[in-house]
């Protein structure tokens, strides 16, 4: 099969399409035909080996990504499953998370994989695993009628998502992004939105219930001064390439550990967990009309290193998604 794979740390021009063996399910997994995948800011971390210090984490190598194979977030129909699949089964149209996912086929536990929602294209559904479930589990339980939240990165993947929930949870929404996704968030349901590049949202003197930020570009104090005394911080910043960093947002994350136990607001590092439960939730989410993927520009598979190009240098709005399987 073919899929874009990397044998050292680099720029996009590590990235390559080649010719690899077609991954065999174990028993716990199912084998997915890929129609479309999605980027993350997780996949140029782990294509740079960024920060350094994630070096040290189970999830990197000390030279080279341990996974061969690009991606995570992909979209497409069930080929084939392991002995011990019991919701899934060939011919579904599926979505879900797992390494590897920029190829013609990926092998994915299936308590990572769940039900594709029927009227998403699969561009759109690929767009979804790992932007909303971050977006959910960030604002579930956490914002609700009349409660003020400001979200800084709300144009980009998981800030699209985010823009969408805390305006069905029913929160008032602030939003920051640039000057030209100023309409796009709007349109997803901001009340409000600040464009960095004319204000600062720190700055201004409002103050919000919660504070979700998506960028990981602004110090703790900065954060800590756009909250109510008893408002919740929630962190959860994928950082700004860069071509190389020692901490990067880690730094802030950090920091924030450090403080939590001395300051009256309560700080979150989220960490998020994929998982069935959460897509299964989401689907129904997006069915409903509730969430909408928002989609910037598609590439096909041999151009995913341009796409990994563009996520990284152009600060691309919502999700950039790969086509992989274009039918049938």
Same mark, same amino acid.
């Given at each position: 099969?073919?899929?874009?794979?990397?044998?050292?740390?680099?720029?996009?021009?590590?990235? $390559?399409?080649?010719?690899?063996? $077609? @991954?065999?399910?174990?028993?716990?997994?199912?084998?997915?035909?890929?129609?479309?995948?999605?980027?993350?800011?997780?996949?140029?971390?782990?294509? #740079?080996?960024?920060?350094?210090?994630?070096?040290?984490? @189970?999830?990197?190598?000390?030279?080279?990504?341990?996974?061969? &194979?690009?991606?995570?977030?992909?979209?497409?129909?069930?080929?084939?499953?392991?002995?011990?699949?019991?919701?899934?089964?060939?011919?579904?149209?599926? /979505?879900?998370?797992?390494?590897?996912?920029?190829?013609? /086929?990926?092998?994915?536990?299936? #308590?990572?994989?769940?039900?594709?929602?029927?009227?998403?294209?699969?561009?759109?559904?690929?767009?979804?695993?790992?932007?909303?479930?971050?977006? %959910?589990?960030?604002? #579930?339980?956490?914002?609700?009628?009349?409660?003020?939240?400001?979200?800084?990165?709300?144009?980009?993947?998981?800030?699209?998502?985010?823009?969408?929930?805390?305006?069905?949870?029913?929160?008032?929404?602030?939003?920051?992004?640039?000057?030209?996704?100023?309409?796009?968030? #709007?349109? *997803?349901?901001?009340?409000?939105?600040?464009?960095?590049?004319?204000?600062?949202?720190?700055?201004?003197?409002?103050?919000?219930?919660?504070?979700?930020?998506?960028?990981?570009?602004?110090?703790?104090?900065?954060?800590?001064?756009?909250?109510?005394?008893?408002?919740?911080?929630?962190?959860?910043?994928?950082?700004?390439?860069?071509?190389?960093?020692?901490?990067?947002? &880690?730094? *802030? *994350?950090?920091?924030?550990?450090?403080?939590?136990?001395?300051?009256?607001?309560? &700080?979150?590092?989220?960490?998020?967990?994929?998982?069935?439960?959460? %897509?299964?939730?989401?689907?129904?989410?997006?069915?409903?009309?509730? &969430?909408?993927?928002?989609?910037?520009?598609? /590439?096909?598979?041999?151009?995913?290193?341009?796409?990994?190009?563009?996520?990284?240098?152009?600060?691309?709005?919502?999700?950039?998604?790969?086509?992989?399987?274009?039918?049938?």
């Amino acid at each position: 099969m073919k899929a874009i794979v990397q044998h050292r740390y680099g720029s996009p021009d590590e990235l $390559t399409l080649a010719d690899v063996d $077609t @991954p065999v399910p174990a028993a716990d997994e199912v084998l997915v035909r890929v129609r479309a995948a999605s980027l993350n800011a997780r996949d140029w971390h782990l294509m #740079r080996g960024d920060p350094y210090v994630a070096r040290l984490s @189970p999830d990197f190598g000390r030279r080279a990504p341990k996974a061969l &194979i690009r991606g995570s977030d992909f979209a497409g129909t069930v080929e084939a499953v392991g002995s011990d699949v019991t919701r899934l089964r060939p011919g579904d149209d599926v /979505y879900g998370e797992s390494d590897g996912a920029l190829a013609e /086929y990926v092998s994915a536990p299936e #308590r990572r994989v769940a039900r594709k929602p029927d009227h998403l294209t699969f561009e759109q559904a690929a767009a979804m695993p790992l932007a909303a479930t971050t977006a %959910l589990q960030g604002l #579930r339980g956490r914002v609700g009628p009349g409660q003020s939240l400001l979200i800084n990165g709300a144009s980009g993947g998981v800030g699209t998502f985010a823009v969408q929930l805390a305006h069905a949870y029913g929160a008032q929404v602030t939003a920051v992004c640039s000057t030209r996704n100023v309409e796009l968030v #709007r349109s *997803l349901g901001a009340d409000h939105v600040v464009d960095y590049t004319r204000d600062d949202a720190f700055r201004a003197g409002r103050r919000y219930d919660v504070v979700l930020d998506l960028v990981g570009n602004r110090s703790l104090r900065d954060l800590r001064r756009a909250l109510t005394p008893d408002g919740t911080l929630v962190l959860s910043g994928g950082g700004v390439s860069e071509g190389g960093s020692l901490f990067g947002p &880690i730094g *802030l *994350l950090l920091r924030s550990k450090l403080a939590a136990p001395f300051v009256r607001h309560r &700080i979150v590092a989220l960490s998020t967990s994929p998982g069935a439960e959460h %897509l299964d939730t989401l689907r129904e989410l997006a069915e409903a009309g509730t &969430i909408v993927p928002a989609v910037d520009r598609t /590439y096909p598979l041999p151009a995913a290193a341009d796409a990994m190009r563009y996520l990284e240098g152009e600060h691309a709005r919502a999700k950039v998604v790969v086509t992989v399987h274009a039918g049938g």
